[in-house]
């Protein structure tokens, strides 16, 4: 047989001959397997098939009692085990307890958990529990009972906590132990204290204060206030801890006298006053307090062995009563704070409080210390005049109380009396006090004196007058009160300035003066009055300066209107009357005057200066006249100002000329006015030349024409020479002859034919020299020009002669070339050139073929550079240098140079006759001839290598003729320069462009960044 629940496997129950079998001893609601065995003597046979059954079910067996698994004082939490339900599940369990006594049993729980929580039990309470289980077969025994207990608690509060005496700073507590114990024996009670009224919690604060722990059931409590209410609770202890707090119980203890006020100290204070305030006493001791008492002293120490008397200087000491003084009772009253009136200013007291109740009376408050403000000082009494002068007076007076705070300056004002008609002042010195104080305070009072010294010095009076004073002291607090004003009156002194000075010019040199005695004689009579005079300082140019100087002025002037130095007074008049006349004075000069007034105490100031000017004056007579810029016709003159104007700008000037020679019927010469008009100068013209004359000026004014000045001989020059007549060629023309041999040689070298044709063709020259004449210049000189006709290839050729010779040897002159000779005069001392003379037509003659082809790859003849480069040019330079200096030996000293450009270059040489009026003119002209120069020959560029060389002649015609439109004639001059010039032009044109197109680019941007912005 097998039990299907358990791993035991088959058992057997039977063996036997029977064929049935009753097992007992089955488990109830059990499943079983059986099988059956055949056994023969051979052996065992198989098992039968097996066959099951289950046996029936029934109730469940009992289960175990109850075990605690967490315990409280007031709860058990039981657990079980589920018994074996014989066949048929559980579907419940009941548990029963007891009330912990010998009461019966009651339903704690039914259901189907196998455990449950017991409430509400009493603290350590023995409690007894079973428990039984259910199935639908019915109901299992009860288990075993289970006595199980709870946990102790703490215990109950003590009961009838109550108070038993009460006294002023103690009272006594008593209880009883709690009712209940929470299952464990009271061991301890403990009591504490809470403060309720104000004061007691000002000691002891709000919370509660544990006072007594121990088994006794009464307790004392000590260092209470009088007259507060207080909180007492207790509790009890057990071996679990404290319990509840009884109920607690008010405590008051006996009333007391009230404790000393707080905070005693001076509030405000004025100059008579103090307010001291204080706090009420932190307790009144249980009784209201009802009046409050005060007592004051002075802070002063009278016996001299107070510590505050020995402290020393800024150490701080308690306040402290001085023994020589008696404390005042100024108060008595229940408000707290009291204004103690009619106090000396700036004094220091002390003061102490206490409080009064229904108890007694408390203890006296620390001294504390206060004191008055300081007032203003006292008024001063009337100043008093210790010293007199014409303008100051001499104050003092006595110093003032000074009500707690020093004297730190006064301040002295003074006002002017009014004269009063008829009344004469009296002597100098104090007068008294003023009797009407309100006419006193009205008086234009203004300060005189500001300072620490109780007296001053008063300046700045008028002499002999009657003056109010007052004074003030001032402290730390302000101004005191004004003292009696007091009258004095200053000492005499010298008058005061005339008045109503007047100046009349009465003539060109004469300022006649008047002006009106003093307004005030400061107590002495005027006995004479003092003029004085000084010249104005004349503002304005140089001609000004020199009439301020001629006048004998000491002011400023002559450099236009500088600095004015002080003015140099000199004595005009002194004597009793009130007028009088300056004489000798300068025409048309201004001058200032001033008067002053002396009596017996001295000489009084000036009056303010009057200016006035005497009547003008024609002026003085201008300077000598300077001629310059002669001519044969007229020349410049100019003079200079007059150095005197005498009070009136020159108007106008007037020149006058005078031929000499011509006399009139008084034998003077005949003056004629050639020029009137504002300039100091004037340009004459239509004289007569090589004639001398004589000049004057003269200037006008608003007066009348001055005298005439010193007279200027003049002399007009010469007309140009006369042109030379009779010009005619007299040998060749003719090419150049070869150069000389080489030194020693003694036979003439075969001259190469660049050389010949580099010395061209001259041509000699012959001349009639004009005809002498008394008014025109006699020649030095003479220029000979030969001009290529038109169609000719040639350049200007000028021949300067120096010496008054008639003939020449013109050189340079370009081979088969034509060309018109001309001749002119040059006169001396730069009278000019003359005319030209009769052109002379010249023929040049042509160089042979040889000669031509020769010359085309070299250089021009003389300085001339038609064709060729840089390397002919240099030698053609060479070469004209040599045929130079031959044809200056050839002309007699003069050398003549010919190019395209006509330049020349003369040497003079000094001439052996002629009229001693060009000796000067014709030794500079030596002397710049001194040096003689050949200009080198310019290289040719490219544009002129293009015309003269490479182009056909039509198409180089053209050329030329484009670049004469564009450069003028002299395009191979200034084609380079006026291009380099456009060139210059055209980058500064670009640089401006580019800055102006920078800026506007920048502005731009800078505008369009900022309008995002806005």
Same mark, same amino acid.
């Given at each position: 047989?097998?039990?299907?629940?358990?791993?035991?496997?088959?058992?057997?129950?039977?063996?036997?001959?029977?064929?049935?079998?009753?097992?007992?001893?089955?488990?109830?609601?059990?499943?079983?397997?059986?099988?059956?065995?055949?056994?023969?003597?051979?052996?065992?046979?198989?098992?039968?098939?097996?066959?099951?059954?289950?046996?029936?079910?029934?109730?469940?067996?009992?289960?175990?009692?109850?075990?605690?698994?967490?315990?409280?004082?007031?709860?058990?939490?039981?657990?079980?085990?589920?018994?074996?339900?014989?066949?048929?599940?559980?579907?419940?369990?009941?548990?029963?307890?007891?009330?912990?006594?010998?009461?019966?049993?009651?339903?704690?729980?039914?259901?189907?958990?196998?455990?449950?929580?017991?409430?509400?039990?009493?603290?350590?309470?023995?409690?007894?529990?079973?428990?039984?289980?259910?199935?639908?077969?019915?109901?299992?025994?009860?288990?075993?009972?289970?006595?199980?207990?709870?946990?102790?608690?703490?215990?109950?509060?003590?009961?009838?906590?109550?108070?038993?005496?009460?006294?002023?700073?103690?009272?006594?507590?008593?209880?009883?132990?709690?009712?209940?114990?929470?299952?464990?024996?009271?061991?301890?009670?403990?009591?504490?204290?809470?403060?309720?009224?104000?004061?007691?919690?000002?000691?002891?604060?709000?919370?509660?204060?544990?006072?007594?722990?121990?088994?006794?059931?009464?307790?004392?409590?000590?260092?209470?206030?009088?007259?507060?209410?207080?909180?007492?609770?207790?509790?009890?202890?057990?071996?679990?801890?404290?319990?509840?707090?009884?109920?607690?119980?008010?405590?008051?203890?006996?009333?007391?006298?009230?404790?000393?006020?707080?905070?005693?100290?001076?509030?405000?204070?004025?100059?008579?006053?103090?307010?001291?305030?204080?706090?009420?006493?932190?307790?009144?001791?249980?009784?209201?307090?009802?009046?409050?008492?005060?007592?004051?002293?002075?802070?002063?120490?009278?016996?001299?062995?107070?510590?505050?008397?020995?402290?020393?200087?800024?150490?701080?000491?308690?306040?402290?009563?001085?023994?020589?003084?008696?404390?005042?009772?100024?108060?008595?009253?229940?408000?707290?704070?009291?204004?103690?009136?009619?106090?000396?200013?700036?004094?220091?007291?002390?003061?102490?409080?206490?409080?009064?109740?229904?108890?007694?009376?408390?203890?006296?408050?620390?001294?504390?210390?206060?004191?008055?403000?300081?007032?203003?000082?006292?008024?001063?009494?009337?100043?008093?005049?210790?010293?007199?002068?014409?303008?100051?007076?001499?104050?003092?007076?006595?110093?003032?109380?000074?009500? !707690? @705070? $020093? &004297?730190?300056?006064? *301040? /002295? =004002?003074? #006002?002017?009396?009014?004269?009063?008609?008829? %009344?004469?002042? +009296?002597?100098?010195?104090?007068?008294?006090?003023?009797?009407?104080?309100?006419?006193?305070?009205?008086?234009?009072?203004?300060?005189?004196?500001?300072?620490?010294?109780?007296?001053?010095?008063?300046?700045?009076?008028?002499?002999?007058?009657?003056?109010?004073?007052?004074?003030?002291?001032?402290?730390?607090?302000?101004?005191?009160?004004?003292?009696?004003?007091?009258?004095?009156?200053?000492?005499?002194?010298?008058?005061?300035?005339?008045?109503?000075?007047?100046?009349?010019?009465?003539?060109?040199?004469?300022?006649?003066?008047?002006?009106?005695?003093?307004?005030?004689?400061? !107590? @002495? $009579? &005027?006995?004479?009055? *003092? /003029? =004085?005079? #000084?010249?104005?300082?004349?503002?304005?140019? %140089?001609?000004? +300066?020199?009439?301020?100087?001629?006048?004998?002025?000491?002011?400023?002037?002559?450099?236009?209107?500088?600095?004015?130095?002080?003015?140099?007074?000199?004595?005009?008049?002194?004597?009793?009357?009130?007028?009088?006349?300056?004489?000798?004075?300068?025409?048309?000069?201004?001058?200032?005057?001033?008067?002053?007034?002396?009596?017996?105490?001295?000489?009084?100031?000036?009056?303010?200066?009057?200016?006035?000017?005497?009547?003008p004056a024609p002026p003085s007579a201008p300077g000598k006249p300077a001629v310059s810029n002669r001519t044969s016709s007229g020349f410049r003159v100019r003079w200079d100002e007059p150095e005197h104007a005498y009070g009136s700008h020159v108007a106008a000037y007037v020149l006058q000329?005078?031929?000499?020679?011509?006399? +009139?019927?008084?034998?003077?010469?005949?003056?004629?006015?050639?020029?009137?008009?504002?300039?100091?100068?004037?340009?004459?013209?239509?004289?007569?030349?090589?004639?001398?004359?004589?000049?004057?000026?003269?200037?006008?004014?608003?007066?009348?024409?001055?005298?005439?000045?010193?007279?200027?001989?003049?002399?007009?020059?010469?007309?140009?020479?006369?042109?030379?007549?009779?010009?005619?060629?007299?040998?060749?023309?003719?090419?150049?002859?070869?150069?000389?041999?080489?030194?020693?040689?003694?036979?003439?070298?075969?001259?190469?034919?660049?050389?010949?044709?580099?010395?061209?063709?001259?041509?000699?020259?012959?001349?009639?020299?004009?005809?002498?004449?008394?008014?025109?210049?006699?020649?030095?000189?003479?220029?000979?020009?030969?001009?290529?006709?038109?169609?000719?290839?040639?350049?200007?050729?000028?021949?300067?002669?120096?010496?008054?010779?008639?003939?020449?040897?013109?050189?340079?002159?370009?081979?088969?070339?034509?060309?018109?000779?001309?001749?002119?005069?040059?006169?001396?001392?730069?009278?000019?050139?003359?005319?030209?003379?009769?052109?002379?037509?010249?023929?040049?003659?042509?160089?042979?073929?040889?000669?031509?082809?020769?010359?085309?790859?070299?250089?021009?003849?003389?300085?001339?550079?038609?064709?060729?480069?840089?390397?002919?040019?240099?030698?053609?330079?060479?070469?004209?240098?040599?045929?130079?200096?031959?044809?200056?030996?050839?002309?007699?000293?003069?050398?003549?140079?010919?190019?395209?450009?006509?330049?020349?270059?003369?040497?003079?040489?000094?001439?052996?006759?002629?009229?001693?009026?060009?000796?000067?003119?014709?030794?500079?002209?030596?002397?710049?001839?001194?040096?003689?120069?050949?200009?080198?020959?310019?290289?040719?560029?490219?544009?002129?290598?293009?015309?003269?060389?490479?182009?056909?002649?039509?198409?180089?015609?053209?050329?030329?003729?484009?670049?004469?439109a564009l450069f003028s004639a002299d395009w191979r001059r200034c084609m380079w320069r006026d291009l380099a010039w456009y060139g210059n032009r055209l980058v500064v044109c670009v640089v401006v462009i580019v800055v102006v197109i920078t800026l506007i680019s920048h502005y731009t941007s800078?505008?369009?960044?900022?309008?995002?912005?806005?």
């Amino acid at each position: 047989m097998e039990d299907q629940r358990g791993p035991m496997g088959f058992v057997e129950v039977y063996r036997g001959l029977e064929r049935s079998h009753k097992v007992a001893k089955l488990q109830a609601g059990v499943r079983y397997t059986s099988r059956v065995q055949a056994i023969n003597p051979l052996g065992e046979g198989p098992f039968s098939l097996c066959s099951a059954y289950t046996t029936q079910a029934t109730v469940p067996v009992a289960p175990e009692p109850p075990v605690v698994q967490t315990a409280s004082s007031s709860t058990l939490t039981l657990a079980w085990a589920p018994p074996a339900d014989n066949g048929s599940p559980i579907t419940g369990y009941c548990l029963e307890r007891d009330d912990g006594g010998s009461g019966d049993f009651t339903l704690e729980y039914a259901g189907p958990n196998t455990s449950h929580t017991v409430k509400g039990l009493k603290p350590g309470q023995v409690y007894r529990f079973r428990l039984r289980a259910d199935n639908d077969e019915g109901k299992s025994m009860w288990s075993s009972t289970a006595a199980l207990s709870t946990g102790a608690a703490p215990p109950d509060s003590p009961v009838a906590l109550q108070v038993v005496t009460a006294g002023r700073t103690s009272a006594t507590m008593a209880w009883r132990t709690p009712d209940d114990d929470g299952g464990s024996k009271v061991v301890a009670f403990g009591v504490e204290l809470q403060a309720k009224s104000k004061a007691a919690t000002a000691c002891m604060g709000n919370d509660w204060l544990k006072i007594f722990e121990g088994e006794a059931h009464a307790c004392t409590i000590n260092s209470l206030r009088p007259g507060c209410a207080y909180r007492v609770r207790v509790r009890a202890r057990n071996a679990v801890g404290w319990g509840q707090w009884a109920l607690p119980v008010d405590l008051t203890t006996a009333a007391d006298a009230p404790e000393v006020p707080q905070s005693l100290q001076p509030a405000s204070c004025t100059p008579t006053t103090i307010v001291i305030t204080w706090a009420p006493p932190r307790h009144d001791g249980g009784s209201k307090v009802h009046t409050y008492r005060m007592e004051m002293a002075s802070a002063d120490c009278v016996c001299g062995r107070c510590p505050q008397a020995s402290a020393a200087s800024g150490q701080a000491l308690r306040p402290a009563l001085c023994p020589g003084h008696t404390p005042l009772a100024v108060y008595a009253a229940e408000a707290v704070g009291a204004e103690l009136r009619h106090l000396q200013p700036g004094c220091r007291y002390i003061f102490r409080v206490q409080a009064v109740n229904q108890q007694g009376s408390s203890g006296w408050t620390d001294w504390a210390a206060g004191a008055t403000c300081a007032d203003v000082p006292t008024a001063p009494g009337p100043p008093l005049v210790a010293g007199v002068a014409p303008t100051a007076l001499m104050l003092s007076w006595q110093v003032p109380l000074a009500q !707690g @705070a $020093p &004297v730190s300056l006064y *301040t /002295v =004002e003074a #006002a002017a009396l009014p004269p009063v008609p008829g %009344a004469m002042l +009296g002597a100098p010195g104090g007068a008294g006090v003023l009797p009407d104080a309100r006419a006193a305070a009205a008086l234009a009072w203004k300060l005189a004196y500001r300072g620490p010294h109780p007296g001053c010095e008063v300046r700045g009076l008028e002499p002999h007058s009657a003056y109010a004073f007052r004074v003030c002291a001032h402290n730390d607090m302000g101004a005191g009160g004004w003292s009696p004003a007091v009258a004095a009156i200053t000492g005499h002194a010298p008058p005061s300035a005339p008045q109503s000075l007047s100046a009349q010019a009465a003539s060109s040199a004469r300022i006649v003066l008047c002006w009106a005695a003093p307004e005030r004689d400061y !107590g @002495a $009579p &005027v006995v004479a009055y *003092t /003029v =004085e005079m #000084a010249p104005v300082a004349v503002r304005g140019g %140089a001609a000004a +300066g020199r009439e301020a100087a001629g006048a004998g002025g000491g002011g400023g002037g002559g450099k236009g209107g500088g600095g004015a130095a002080a003015p140099a007074w000199s004595h005009v008049f002194t004597g009793p009357a009130c007028a009088c006349s300056a004489d000798g004075l300068a025409p048309g000069r201004p001058y200032q005057f001033r008067v002053r007034a002396a009596n017996l105490c001295g000489a009084g100031p000036f009056s303010a200066p009057v200016a006035a000017a005497t009547q003008p004056a024609p002026p003085s007579a201008p300077g000598k006249p300077a001629v310059s810029n002669r001519t044969s016709s007229g020349f410049r003159v100019r003079w200079d100002e007059p150095e005197h104007a005498y009070g009136s700008h020159v108007a106008a000037y007037v020149l006058q000329a005078a031929p000499v020679g011509s006399a +009139g019927a008084g034998g003077d010469s005949e003056w004629v006015e050639v020029y009137r008009g504002p300039e100091a100068g004037a340009r004459l013209s239509g004289l007569a030349p090589a004639c001398k004359y004589l000049l004057r000026a003269a200037a006008i004014n608003a007066a009348g024409q001055g005298p005439w000045g010193e007279p200027e001989a003049a002399i007009t020059q010469l007309l140009p020479p006369l042109p030379p007549c009779e010009l005619a060629v007299t040998d060749g023309p003719a090419l150049a002859e070869p150069a000389a041999g080489a030194e020693g040689g003694g036979e003439a070298a075969a001259q190469p034919p660049q050389e010949a044709a580099a010395s061209g063709a001259w041509v000699a020259l012959s001349w009639q020299e004009p005809e002498a004449d008394a008014t025109h210049a006699p020649a030095m000189g003479f220029e000979v020009v030969a001009t290529p006709k038109p169609g000719s290839e040639g350049g200007v050729v000028k021949l300067n002669i120096t010496g008054r010779r008639g003939d020449a040897r013109l050189e340079g002159l370009a081979p088969g070339c034509s060309y018109s000779v001309r001749v002119r005069s040059v006169g001396v001392d730069g009278t000019g050139h003359s005319g030209w003379s009769e052109e002379a037509a010249v023929q040049a003659p042509a160089l042979p073929e040889s000669e031509d082809a020769a010359a085309a790859g070299g250089s021009g003849a003389g300085v001339v550079q038609r064709k060729g480069g840089k390397k002919g040019g240099k030698k053609g330079g060479a070469a004209a240098a040599g045929a130079g200096s031959d044809r200056a030996q050839a002309n007699g000293g003069a050398p003549s140079v010919s190019s395209d450009d006509a330049v020349s270059l003369s040497r003079e040489a000094a001439p052996a006759g002629g009229r001693g009026k060009g000796g000067k003119a014709a030794a500079r002209v030596a002397a710049a001839a001194t040096t003689v120069a050949a200009k080198k020959v310019r290289a040719r560029g490219f544009v002129e290598k293009l015309v003269d060389e490479r182009l056909p002649r039509g198409l180089a015609s053209v050329l030329e003729m484009v670049l004469v439109a564009l450069f003028s004639a002299d395009w191979r001059r200034c084609m380079w320069r006026d291009l380099a010039w456009y060139g210059n032009r055209l980058v500064v044109c670009v640089v401006v462009i580019v800055v102006v197109i920078t800026l506007i680019s920048h502005y731009t941007s800078s505008d369009a960044a900022a309008a995002p912005k806005s």
